[in-house]
């Protein structure tokens, strides 16, 4: 049986390929529908990009809904710096054909999780996480019926990346992850200490190309574009492929090794707002709240994704 997910995202070139993934991956992963937050990009972007990637994957049938356009509290902050002007730059994709789902995302998740038997369906958190706080906040009810939250965001040993002690996704919304902290869900972090180490280097960038498929050439593209940046930035062999360790995760769980620890979000900290406090030496008492990843079988991880690339 495939697992049954909701990606909740905010396209960007990253989250275009954990898109993807799971898209070209039906016998391990069912997805119930897309939700598109602010982050990386305004959400009058994110929703357009989901949809695209979508109709890229050959599945304009998946149902996209557009969710909240800015942080708990606070302005947005977005990365076109990252990831270019649409959050999508580098392949020429063309507008997509597809309709925006006419509800609200925070009502789908919530709707969709009443409805649903308790455990049956994963959340896949890949920006800020204000859509899942927001349906948290307005139905505690549905937090037993999540089986898990498998999220990118944070960082521990790898600090930060947005500031010098905070990860893009939780600084965007700490308020917001937060309460998905404190929720009481089973919960799985990718953070930059995983992704750093999933870098697409020039021969695993060729592997994309080469697969010979529009998915496969378009994701070529992306991290060609995505990859100038971290080149002046971290002077890296490559750029990092945050967002689809969240859906390799899904299908090889075992790529990845981590601690289950707790987790506690700093929201006011005079430097260090959006930090994720980890606990990875057990050092506070405080009970453990997340499996937070530290490791990665990186040759593994794009031997797969490589592969479903050229599924699709
Ligand atoms: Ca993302």
Known sequence: MPRKIIIDTDPGQDDAVAILLALASPDEIEVLGITAVAGNVPLALTQKNARMVCELAGRP?????????????????????????????????????????????????IETLRAAPEGEVSLC?????????TALRE?????????????????????????????????????????VFASGVPLTVMPLDVTHNALVTKPRNDAFRAVGTAAGEAVAAMTDFFERYD????????????????????IRPGLFRGRHINVEIETEGRFTRGMTVADWWGVSGRAPNATFMGDIDADAFFTLLTDRLGRL
């Open 125 to 133: 958190p890949l920006g800020p996480l204000t859509n899942i706080a």
């Open 231 to 250: 080149r002046e930035k971290y002077g890296s062999e490559g750029a990092p492929l945050h967002d689809p360790c969240v859906t390799a995760y899904l």
């Open 61 to 109: 049938d998946i149902r996209v809904f557009a969710g909240c356009d800015r942080p708990l509290a606070g302005a947005l902050v977005t990365a076109e710096h990252v990831h270019g002007k649409t959050g999508l730059d580098g392949p020429a994709l063309p507008d997509p054909t597809m309709p925006l789902q006419d509800a609200h995302a925070v009502a789908f998740l």
């Open 139 to 179: 139905a505690p009810e549905i937090a037993p019926k999540i089986r898990e939250i498998v999220l990118m965001g944070g960082a521990y040993f790898e600090v930060g990346n947005i500031t010098p002690t905070a990860e893009f996704n939780i600084f965007v919304d700490p308020e917001a992850a937060s309460i």
